[in-house]
């Protein structure tokens, strides 16, 4: 119940293209779902986060969706730039407790 | 930008020694967690701190694993002895105080070989 679990493992995309990573939970005491950006030898970096009261939230090329009854949710990244070639973890925390568990990560490659 | 800094980067030890890991957390964040990556996964906790006190160390190996955070400032993971298997990017992270939600910044984390 604790789990978050991520897909794809992997993904190629082209320059321009959307990237899209799925997460789907279990637990419903989750209410807070960020995403990490990490880049190879750094610890990962707060990219976005949302809360299950809305459905989408957007910041620049980044967005995520939420699907709260089938506990799911995923980001897409628009008009992919290399740049963006990094690993994504999404990760779920309840406000009430204090600990957040992560997806297994995606690893993302944008060719130019 | 404030950073969390962590030392050292890279550490290789032969398997039974002890080694150990410190971490300096961002000005005024009290909540202090150190994580666990293994390559190809996500963190994983290990222990979490409030200011000087662990708020969670369920997951922490405690046969060989030591946390501590004397002054509630700078933090120390120990391991001792060191196992093959404790191979792994270890991370400290940092918030304001308690709730996922406030956000953690990590720091770029050290890279354990056990050999």
């Known amino acids: 119940q604790q789990q978050v679990k991520q897909s794809p493992q992997s993904l190629i995309v082209q320059k321009g293209g959307i990237s899209i990573i799925n997460c789907a939970y279990e637990?419903?005491?989750?209410?807070?779902f960020p995403w990490y950006q990490q880049f190879p030898g750094k610890g990962p970096a707060l990219l976005i986060a949302?809360?299950?009261?809305?459905s989408e939230k957007k910041e620049g090329r980044f967005t995520i969706s939420f699907n709260k009854s089938a506990k799911q949710f995923s980001l897409h990244i628009m008009d992919s730039q290399p740049g963006d070639s990094a690993t994504y973890f999404c990760?779920?925390?309840?406000?009430?407790?204090?600990?957040?568990?992560f997806g297994a990560g995606t690893r993302l490659f944008v060719k130019a | 930008e404030a950073e969390v800094a962590q030392s050292p980067r890279y550490k290789i030890t032969e398997k039974s020694q002890a080694v150990a890991f410190w971490c300096d957390p961002i000005s005024g964040h009290a909540t202090l967690y150190w994580y666990r990556q293994i390559l190809g996964q996500g963190p994983e906790l290990l222990v979490q701190f409030q200011d000087e006190s662990v708020v969670d160390d369920s997951q922490l190996p405690k046969d060989r694993f030591s946390a501590e955070r004397l002054k509630g400032v700078d933090s120390t993971l120990k391991i001792q002895p060191a196992e093959l298997g404790d191979s792994a990017m270890y991370l400290c992270?940092?918030?304001?105080?308690?709730?996922?939600?406030?956000?953690?910044?990590f720091g770029s984390g050290t890279r354990l070989t056990v050999v």
């Open positions: 990760a779920a925390s309840s406000t009430g407790g204090f600990k957040t568990i």
């Open positions: 949302i809360r299950p009261d809305v």
């Open positions: 992270a940092s918030s304001p105080g308690l709730g996922a939600d406030l956000g953690y910044t």
């Open positions: 637990n419903t005491a989750f209410d807070y």
